[in-house]
């Protein structure tokens, strides 16, 4: 992949039109990006066709075009009159009539951490600059650059939309990432345990879930929809489809399904299903839930092993395909397959057939094994260890006779 993305592209298309940079300058700033990896923001300055200012001036003078802050003729005019008379970019910005009309998050994804003692100032500052550089969002460059784990940003995230909504206070929202940290739980669970904030029922599902279950987005692309809607103050889902994530259709979609998931008319793995139909098979959100074959007389899903290895996006419908194909060839199971192939490891099937089994004594719905086992694998626990994390209360025995079949075991 070039590093030349769409962001410095723009980024440099803004710094011609300012005259700041000739046409010859900005390609050869392209080809040295792409042969060297650095950002173009970058090369620019160490060609010396620009300044540090220049390129800082350049940037935020994107960011604000790009949240419709400023006028790209006002951006353009901005960077000309700092180039020429050398002001402070601010002054400039002010000179050709931007004007703030909302105040600054005051409690910033950086703040956060650097407060939780997960980042030093000195780290912030490099992100920080790496992010100017790059155009990416803070949370997505402390990822790629591994300070931080996915985990760890999505923590910081939710603790973020906390305060923002006014759940719980900036000093709550430090202290419950430092537990969350040090205890490796999730943030709702320090959360809980600290007496600062009781999450909703599990009934309410958030969009992300539902777009992430859904398999439409990606948990590395949901972060980055959260992080920006932080920063722009902007619903996640708006995000989504600027960043060209999902649809307009699947975002009034999802956001219907969610409905139905609140008033309990759907369970989140069908909306989830219904959700997948609407974007695959380019049916209509009314079509899709009558596919689902809606009895309310069965209380108990026949899951199968497939299914809730695909829910959680530890196996993809390739391989279980695949291992449908071997499994048949030579009557193994599915789970076998998939052990003796190396898409899973024993500790995911044992735990996997071990929620399946709960779900059947109606102990678990299918949700609440998909959080299991994805925290039993992150965590690294049993089955056991991961339910009394999640504060659940379960009886572990099957009743007599219930087992996952041969038949359950080796299909989707």
């Known amino acids: 992949m070039k590093p030349e993305t769409k962001t410095s592209q723009r980024l440099g298309e803004l710094l011609l039109s300012s005259s700041v940079l000739t046409q010859a300058e900005l390609e050869h700033a392209i080809e040295l990006s792409s042969e060297t990896g650095l950002p173009m923001g970058r090369v620019l300055v160490m060609c010396g066709y620009i300044s540090e200012r220049q390129l800082e001036a350049a940037v935020r003078a994107q960011s604000l075009v790009k949240d419709g802050a400023l006028t790209t003729e006002k951006a353009r005019e901005a960077i000309q009159l700092m180039s020429k008379k050398g002001m402070d970019f601010e002054r400039c910005l002010k000179a050709v009539g931007f004007a703030r009309e909302t105040a600054e998050p005051t409690f910033r994804l950086g703040e956060l951490l650097v407060e939780a003692h997960v980042l030093t100032k000195s780290q912030l500052k490099d992100v920080l600059r790496t992010s100017h550089e790059t155009g990416l969002p803070v949370g997505r460059v402390l990822v790629l650059t591994s300070v931080i784990s996915e985990e760890m940003l999505s923590a910081a995230l939710t603790a973020q939309v906390l305060v923002r909504d006014g759940k719980i206070s900036p000093e709550q929202a430090v202290q419950a990432l430092q537990s969350s940290r040090f205890r490796r739980v999730n943030i709702e669970v320090s959360l809980m345990d600290l007496g600062f904030y ?33 920063i722009r103050e902007a619903p996640v889902g708006q995000m989504l489809v600027e960043g060209g994530f999902i649809s307009k259709r699947i975002l009034d979609a999802s956001l219907k399904l969610q409905e139905l998931v609140s008033g309990h008319s759907l369970s989140a793995l069908k909306a989830s299903e219904a959700l997948r139909r609407v974007a695959v098979n380019h049916v209509s959100l009314a079509r899709a839930i009558s596919e689902l074959d809606l009895d309310a007389g069965e209380r108990r899903e026949r899951v199968r092993l497939g299914e809730m290895l695909k829910a959680c996006g530890i196996v993809g419908d390739n391989d279980i395909k695949k291992a449908l194909k071997d499994a048949s060839r030579n009557s193994a199971l599915l789970g076998k397959v998939l052990l003796v192939t190396g898409v899973i490891d024993e500790h995911t099937l044992h735990a996997a057939l071990r929620l399946l089994l709960l779900i059947r004594s109606d102990k678990l719905t299918m949700e609440q094994a998909i959080m299991a086992l994805n925290h039993a694998r992150k965590h690294k626990l049993t089955v056991e260890e991961a339910l009394q994390d999640l504060k659940w209360s379960v009886d572990l025995e099957a009743p007599e006779g219930l087992e996952v079949s041969s038949q359950d075991a080796s299909s989707q």
Not at 209 to 227: H, K, N, R
């Open 198 to 230: 009781k999450p909703p029922p599990r009934q309410r599902v958030k969009l992300g879930e539902l777009l992430v279950l859904s398999g439409l987005v990606s948990e590395p692309d949901l972060m980055t929809a959260l992080e920006l809607g932080l």
